[in-house]
């Protein structure tokens, strides 16, 4: 068993700033992740991350280790609330088609002209959802592979290997296409 921190130690004895530390730490990675994985139809990525504190509340004796375990820990708990309200909608056969109608619909602000954002979007919404989020959670949020493999379910070894996959993928989608020669 880890040895807590002194901000989960405080956490746990119910002190507002160790949880005012704890949230500004995790609240806009957390959001940031569940905006990127909720399905339409389903419950906002703010209602599953208020959601995701109530239950960190409610059950921190559970937990063990120090603020940067938490991360890990705290995206477990918003993964699981997230898989619920996806069954609770009923919109698991439909989820593709949405996420597919909402890319194509959305409008793009004016980063979204650059060529850039829009191969990196394209690049990273090829990749099957495990690597996606593996390098969601590592790359974009900057969580460690304990953390993410905490967050995705996974062990670490399984969160290098998918990461090492995705990162394969990527690079052969960057690669140059051979020039063609004409003789």
């Known amino acids: 068993m880890r040895a807590d921190d002194e901000c989960v130690a405080a956490a746990k004895r119910g002190e507002s700033l160790a949880w005012r530390d704890?949230?500004?730490?995790?609240a806009g990675r957390l959001l940031l992740w569940l905006e990127a994985?909720?399905?339409p139809g389903t419950e906002a990525p703010e209602d599953l991350a208020a959601a995701t504190w109530m239950v960190a509340a409610e059950r921190i004796a559970d937990f063990h280790g120090d603020t940067a375990d938490f991360g890990g820990w705290l995206f477990g708990i918003a993964r699981n609330h997230g898989a619920n309200a996806w069954r609770r909608s009923g919109s698991r056969s439909r989820g593709l088609e949405l996420i597919t109608a909402e890319a194509e619909e959305a409008v793009?602000?004016?980063e979204g002209g650059l060529i850039a954002d829009e191969w990196v979007r394209q690049a990273l919404a090829s990749l099957p959802p495990r690597e996606r989020d593996v390098i969601a959670c590592l790359e974009v949020l900057d969580l460690d592979?304990?953390?993410t493999a905490s967050a995705l379910g996974m062990t670490a070894v399984a969160v290098r290997v998918a990461r090492h996959r995705a990162l394969r993928r990527l690079r052969s989608?960057?690669?140059p296409e051979p020039l063609a020669t004409t003789e």
């Open 145 to 147: 592979v304990a953390s």
């Open 22 to 26: 704890l949230y500004l730490a995790h």
């Open 108 to 110: 793009a602000g004016p």
């Open 37 to 39: 994985r909720t399905v």
């Open 173 to 175: 989608a960057l690669a």
